[in-house]
């Protein structure tokens, strides 16, 4: 079978992987501004998938910038160069790194290069995928408050050859010092392995 | 007749003989029914006693065969052992050169990060050079902007004094010369008048003298005058100059707004230094909690060093893992070798503790078999002695009688021997079976000090998988982090993302407070440049009014900002506010019957008091009449209806009831809901 074919029930291809992929960072991307208070609450509107009630931004600049770079990264996802998406949350005063929300990618080597399509039901990935929102709704009870206006940017990892479109420009990978890891749960499609960390600015009390 | 009775007697004696003979012959036959009773009864026990001897043998080899089963178990588990110690030792080798490489790697890198935290301590003292440099600069630049000021001041002030020196002189030169100038136009009236009269021939010889000193004196005044001419001129390039001087105070000026311009860059200088030595700080707190760093350049070139190493830490990783895999799976089955040297261990020591039993039954057995033996030898030699006394006494040698007794006790004599045999057999195959149950024992401790060497081992192994599972969530975790190899990865990011727009905005705020600051400030310095010109009357009550007006600009240009942004987020509230009320509105409408739109009647008058009456229109859901429509009006908390032409042709009676009699509004609007309801289901 082809690339291009689409995903089955209990079968998945590298392209149906990667819509999978990339509509859920689109929706844990959101989930995250909206459980993190970066964009006022005002600002989002409710929209049912993966069993769950989302909140999916209705900001128009917001929806167009997320809309470009998770079509890219989907381009990237297919060529199999992506290895890492990271929103970070920044304060906007003194530009200080306060969050990194890691989504490792991990693209098994064999459907890349033969094509070979492994087997398993979308309502297991579905699940995986629901346990890490739910995980990522449940994380404002662990990390710190954000106490001023908060921005956000997407750094996504990609292989040394890979081109670099003209909108995009190479980043510094924005560290955390001194942070605290926590690891989340991760959900895989047999074809994508996504492992997610979120790392914070560890308090200085604790 | 005495023959007849010595053969009378004979006979008698013979017949008593032959009796006795008869009696002798029936008890002998009678001893030999009970030998042979005997004999059977022997046979009997002989076979009882090969039969037991057959069982027990039967069952010392079932024994044996359980022992040999045993034994050979015991030593295929303790080969299997022995096996599984080698796979342990070489899994513990391999794991050891493992660690041997992890600290050869950990040296390395602590190497490297020593190299790193030497050239980041340089760099940060380059830093700090650049950081006194620019400080340095900053001093010098304020020192040259004063200088700048007090030349600018000396240089209007000379300004200022040539400037009324040149005007002074000006005036004076202009006096001068407009004296020389009718002094020459007098004098060249005079030379006319005077040529007018050399013309005429009458007077020419006599005023000829007179008129030649004159005319001497004359050209000698026209050349004191010309040589004011040239003054004037020389005072009229100096009022040239004057403006060369202004030129110059021109350059000054531009010279002070330059150095105005450096000192907002000093201003922007100082604040990048603040901003730097925040972050040196910040950096440095930092770097007090991460061991071997010492500055954020030592972090940015130990991140590379570490991306640099990452692939290979990243292979490691991997061959640490599947070191940590086959640990694990060897120490599960040690483990699993443990449990089943112990079982075994276990198992032999139930061996040994019947083979002990079995030993001492068998002792036992041998004990009992030897009385036994030794019991049927007496009762043989009894026999023996009783036939041999018998057989001397009745049987005579050679008859087939005692042919066949002695062919009875010499198979008793073989089946005594055999049974003898049969017991040496059975003491042989017990001390065989001691020798084994030993060497089992042996074998058995053996087994358990390898059983408690591999639990040594295992516990070693499991410290070393716990410290190899250690350092693969070190490792995690730095992957975690987001370390990476710049040699395989590139991070990159969107242009125009949310955090660059954010900061954008920033920009443009500080951009537009100092646009508004710099404009201000040229007004003022306009207006300072007016007075200079204009005279230094005014004073510096002027220049203190620019500078408030500047900062009143100023603060206006800042306020200005705030509220573009306040009226930003008013209008998002009230966005908000009409989405809410809409919502509030719409659920109103459906849950009691009646849209409600609501319009306030803001007179002067009222908004001068405060309580502005409010007028409530009521539309009810189930209305069929389009004029049907309740008017209320609020005011000072009292809501009443206001007539209209619904409530006076249609409503007059429940409004009579409701509303004038019982007071009650709510009961007026069910009763009405109701009415249009019953109707319309009605119809």
């Known amino acids: 079978m082809s690339r291009q074919a689409q995903a089955t029930q209990n079968t998945i291809t590298l392209k149906g992987s990667t819509k999978v992929v990339t509509e859920f960072f689109g929706y844990a991307v959101n989930s995250i501004l909206y459980q993190r208070g970066i964009y006022p609450p005002e600002a989002f509107q409710q929209q049912r998938k993966y069993g769950l009630s989302m909140m999916v931004t209705a900001d128009e600049g917001l929806t167009k910038y997320l809309s470009n770079v998770l079509q890219q990264m989907s381009e990237w996802l297919l060529q199999g160069v992506l290895q890492k998406m990271v929103l970070v949350i920044t304060s906007v005063n003194t530009k200080e790194v306060l969050e990194r929300w890691t989504f490792d990618l991990h693209t098994d080597a064999e459907v890349l290069n033969n094509g070979n399509v492994p087997e398993k039901p979308e309502s297991e990935i579905m699940s995986e995928i629901q346990a890490i929102i739910r995980q990522i709704t449940a994380s404002v009870t662990f990390l710190p408050l954000l106490n001023d206006p908060c921005t956000f940017d997407l750094l996504v990892y990609t292989d040394a050859a890979s081109d670099v479109p003209t909108e995009w420009e190479e980043s510094d990978p924005r560290f955390i010092a001194n942070a605290a890891d926590v690891k989340l749960r991760s959900f895989t499609t047999k074809v994508h392995k996504v492992d997610t960390l979120v790392s914070y600015k560890a308090d200085a009390e604790g | ?683």
Request: include cysteine; charged fraction near 30%.
């Open chain 2, 1 to 683: 007749m005495d023959y007849l009775a010595q053969r009378g007697g004979r006979v008698k004696e013979l017949e008593q003989q032959l009796a006795e003979l008869i009696e002798t012959n029936k008890r002998t036959q009678l001893k030999l029914q009970i030998a042979e009773e005997t004999i059977d009864n022997l046979k009997a026990d002989g076979k009882t006693a090969a039969a037991h001897e057959e069982a027990r043998l039967s069952q010392a080899q079932r024994e044996k065969q359980e022992l040999e089963q045993a034994l050979q178990r015991e030593i295929s588990a303790t080969s299997a052992l022995v096996a599984a110690r080698q796979k342990a030792e070489d899994l513990q080798r391999e794991a050891e050169a493992g660690a041997r490489a992890l600290r050869a790697q950990l040296e390395q890198l602590q190497d490297s990060a020593s190299d790193a935290k030497l050239e980041l301590t340089q760099q940060v003292h380059q830093a700090q050079a650049q950081v006194e440099r620019l400080e340095r600069n900053c001093a010098q630049a304020e020192e040259r902007i004063q200088e700048a000021e007090r030349t600018r001041r000396q240089a209007q002030q000379q300004h200022e004094k040539a400037l009324s020196e040149m005007q002074r002189q000006l005036e004076d030169a202009i006096t001068i010369a407009e004296a020389e100038t009718s002094k020459r136009r007098e004098a060249e009236a005079y030379a006319a008048e005077v040529e007018a009269r050399t013309v005429s021939p009458a007077g020419l010889s006599a005023r000829s003298s007179d008129d030649a000193t004159l005319i001497k004196s004359l050209r000698d005044m026209i050349k004191q005058q010309e040589e004011e001419v040239g003054e004037a001129r020389k005072i009229k390039n100096h009022a040239k100059n004057v403006q060369v001087v202004e030129e110059k105070l021109r350059s000054a000026e531009a010279k002070v707004e330059q150095a105005q311009g450096q000192l907002t860059d000093y201003a922007q200088l100082q604040a990048q230094v603040a901003h730097l030595q925040r972050e040196a700080l910040r950096w440095q707190s930092v770097l007090t909690d991460v061991a071997d760093v010492e500055s954020p350049e030592d972090v940015l070139h130990r991140l590379n060093q570490l991306g640099r190493d990452q692939a290979t830490a990243t292979q490691q990783l991997g061959d640490k893992e599947a070191e940590v895999r086959a640990l694990k799976e060897s120490l599960h089955m040690s483990v699993q070798q443990r449990q089943e040297g112990e079982a075994a261990l276990k198992a032999s020591q139930d061996a040994c503790a019947e083979l002990a039993a079995t030993a001492a039954r068998l002792e036992r057995k041998v004990t009992l078999l030897t009385r036994e033996r030794d019991g049927l030898k007496k009762i043989i030699e009894s026999y023996d002695e009783e036939d041999g006394s018998e057989l001397a006494a009745h049987a005579p040698a050679g008859t087939p009688q005692r042919a066949a007794q002695a062919a009875r006790i010499d198979q008793l004599n073989q089946t005594v021997l055999a049974l003898e045999g049969q017991v040496r057999e059975l003491e042989a195959e017990l001390q065989a079976t001691t020798a084994a149950q030993q060497q089992q024992a042996q074998v058995a401790a053996r087994a358990k000090a390898d059983a408690e060497s591999y639990a040594s081992q295992a516990k070693r192994l499991e410290q070393e998988c716990d410290d190899l599972g250690r350092q693969v969530g070190l490792l995690q975790e730095k992957l975690g982090r987001g370390e990476y190899n710049k040699a395989t990865t590139k991070v990159l990011h969107y242009v125009h993302n949310p955090e660059a727009e954010a900061q954008k905005e920033v920009e443009q705020a500080r951009q537009d407070a100092l646009q508004a600051e710099n404009a201000a400030l040229k007004a003022h310095l306009q207006r300072l440049e007016a007075q200079v010109k204009g005279g230094t009357a005014e004073g510096s009550s002027g220049s203190e009014a620019g500078m408030s007006a500047a900062l009143a600009e100023a603060e206006i240009a800042v306020l200005n900002r705030k509220v573009s942004q306040l009226e930003k987020s008013g209008m998002r509230l009230k966005e908000v506010f009409q989405k809410h009320i809409a919502n509030f509105r719409e659920a109103c409408y459906y849950l009691f019957g009646y849209r409600i739109d609501m319009a306030s009647e803001a007179t002067p008058a009222a908004a001068g008091t405060g309580a502005v009456p409010t007028t409530f229109q009521l539309k009810p859901q189930h209305a069929d009449d389009k004029r049907a429509l309740l008017l209320f009006r609020f005011k000072d908390g009292n809501m009443e209806l206001l007539p209209n032409e619904y409530t006076t042709r249609k409503l007059q009676k429940e409004v009579e009831t409701f509303i004038v009699r019982y007071k009650s509004i709510p009961a007026l609007t069910a009763n009405l809901t109701m009415d249009m309801f019953q109707k319309q289901t009605q119809c």
